[in-house]
């Protein structure tokens, strides 16, 4: 496994912007795909973003046009930009990353909160 940490969730207001970063500790040279997941209260796990390369990106519906999801491959970091955030998208973040050929490492999970 990859260990990941998280880092710059926090409280932000309705509209209000917030960047997540996350990092691979050490060096690896295998990761091949990043991107997030968040869960809010009494909902499913939700990919939020993945970044296989930089002409492909995916975005689920709820965030497209708001987030951007972005890399690193030679430091193993991936950030998420998020604008216009609503409070819908409160939720816990996890960053993931995938190394090859077919192993999966979380990210700790970092909570925003989007709130007056």
């Known amino acids: 496994q990859v260990p990941l940490v998280e880092s710059g969730g926090g409280l932000v207001q309705p509209g209000g912007s917030l960047r997540l970063s996350c990092a691979a500790s050490?060096?690896?040279?295998?990761?091949?795909?990043m991107g997030w997941y968040r869960q809010a209260p009494g909902n499913e796990r939700e990919l939020v973003a993945s970044?296989?390369?930089?002409?492909?990106?995916n975005y689920a519906d709820s965030v497209k046009g708001r987030f951007t999801i972005s890399r690193d491959n030679a430091k193993n970091m991936v950030w998420l930009q998020m604008n216009s955030l609503k409070p819908e998208d409160t939720a816990v973040y996890y960053c993931?990353?995938?190394?090859?050929?077919?192993?999966?490492?979380w990210g700790q999970g970092i909570q925003v909160t989007v709130s007056s």
């Open positions: 970044f296989i390369s930089e002409s492909n990106t």
């Open positions: 993931y990353a995938d190394q090859w050929p077919a192993r999966r490492s």
């Open positions: 050490g060096t690896f040279f295998s990761i091949v795909n």
